[in-house]
């Protein structure tokens, strides 16, 4: 028993750090596309992109071999779903990372606090009543882009992403890459979707990447402008991707795995 309870401990930890550093990656990015003038990612937003991406490499290289680095809510959920993991640790499993999602958002003010401040100041913007530099720390919709719509962007981009990972990690897929590349292919996949659709509302596709650091903005000084943020929105980048991750991996389960030459070959008897 204590075995067991030892195992479920490491896992925690290797998620929450999973999460910590892809938020440390990412939301320092954010940063510096947006708190300085020039940016130097302004006419590079592929720059942040791929930063994003590659964060998400990193954590699945630091804590693979612990966890499995599902470091995302959406992917727990769908992999309860489909691919036998254990629905006992799902809830540990998403406090976990939110509670990574918090921790990376409290080193990121550690390292940009005096230049969000500045930022602030410069642009005579209210914390609490303004969401200055919110955009760093957690996503709100874009232009022309109402909660709704933002719901649907999420359902779809996260459905995209767990049909992506699911595919990517597929033992029966031999167009996939080998395990040690898999983690690159999946940090690019996350990269794409971004590069594609970062300016419709942030691309959570992860409820604790959003929802911890919102978490840590409530309790900061961003007050109301976090939680529950203008118009309710703290709740869409936490339904959208559930809902939209079990919709990608129904996809993949049902549609493509089932034909995967590789699966029928295994279940079809040896000839005499």
């Not at 940063?31 to 937003?45: G, I, K, R, V």
């Not at 592929?46 to 998400?56: D, E, R």
């Not at 254990?86 to 540990?92: A, E, I, Q, T």
């Not at 406090?95 to 602030?120: D, E, K, P, T």
Request: glycine share 10%; net charge neutral.
């Amino acid at each position: 028993m204590n075995k067991v309870k030892n195992t479920l401990l490491g896992e925690l930890i290797a998620e929450c750090l999973a999460v910590l550093i892809i938020i440390l990656v990412g939301d320092s990015v954010a940063a510096m596309y947006s708190l300085y003038d020039p940016s130097p990612y302004q006419l590079s937003y592929w720059g942040v992109a791929i930063t994003w991406g590659l964060g998400v490499t990193l954590a699945i290289y630091v804590t693979g071999a612990v966890s499995g680095t599902h470091a995302n809510p959406a992917v727990t959920l769908a992999l309860a779903c489909y691919r036998g993991f254990s629905w006992r640790k799902v809830l540990p499993y998403w406090a976990a990372q939110v509670v990574g999602g918090f921790l990376g958002a409290c080193l990121v003010y550690a390292l940009y606090g005096s230049v969000i401040v500045h930022y602030a100041q410069a642009h005579h913007l209210d914390f609490a009543n303004d969401g200055a530099a919110a955009g760093v720390f957690f996503t709100h919709p874009g232009e022309f882009v109402t909660p709704f719509h933002a719901l649907l962007n999420e359902t779809i981009l996260t459905a995209f992403l767990i049909l992506g990972i699911f595919a990517i990690t597929c033992q029966y897929n031999t167009a996939a890459p080998q395990a040690n590349s898999g983690a690159l292919i999946i940090g690019l996949l996350v990269a794409i979707i971004g590069a594609s659709s970062g300016y419709l509302e942030g691309w959570a596709i992860n409820p604790a990447r959003d929802f911890g650091p919102r978490l840590f903005c409530f309790v900061a000084g961003w007050g109301q402008t976090a939680l529950p943020s203008p118009q309710n929105y703290w709740w869409v980048p936490v339904v959208g991707p559930l809902a939209g991750g079990v919709i990608g991996a129904t996809i993949y389960q049902t549609l493509l795995r089932p034909f995967m030459p590789a699966l029928g070959r295994q279940s079809t008897p040896a000839a005499d």
